[in-house]
């Protein structure tokens, strides 16, 4: 089992910076990958950035340039600066990791994120 704690989020008026954290309980090795997500009332989940286990990233287009993925291998932990926030960044931001150890996903509890204009 896999748990993972998401924290950082919170209320910013828009051109604000928040970073978000989400500290696994396991090595962060084990994962393939280490993703954010975000989901906004009515709309689906979407991918916002990766993080692979060679620390290779990947971001949505909506958000390149002002945010930032990033993981600290010994706190076992990643985490995501957001830049130049923007009304539209406003959602519930998820972590989720692909366990090579046990074959499963595991998403954390969602952090809320409010971007005010």
């Known amino acids: 089992q896999v748990h993972l704690v998401e924290s950082g989020g919170g209320l910013v008026q828009a051109g604000g910076s928040l970073r978000l954290s989400c500290a696994t309980s396991k090595s962060i090795f084990r994962f393939n990958a280490m993703d954010w997500y975000r989901q906004a009332p009515g709309k689906q989940r979407e991918l916002v950035a990766t993080?692979?286990?060679?620390?290779?990233?990947n971001y949505a287009d909506s958000v390149k340039g002002r945010f930032t993925i990033s993981r600290d291998n010994a706190k076992n932990t990643v985490y995501l600066q957001m830049n130049s926030l923007k009304p539209e960044d406003t959602a519930v931001y998820y972590c989720y990791v692909d366990d090579v150890v046990t074959g499963r996903d595991y998403w954390g509890q969602g952090t809320q994120v409010t971007v005010s204009s």
């Open positions: 993080i692979t286990s060679g620390g290779s990233t």
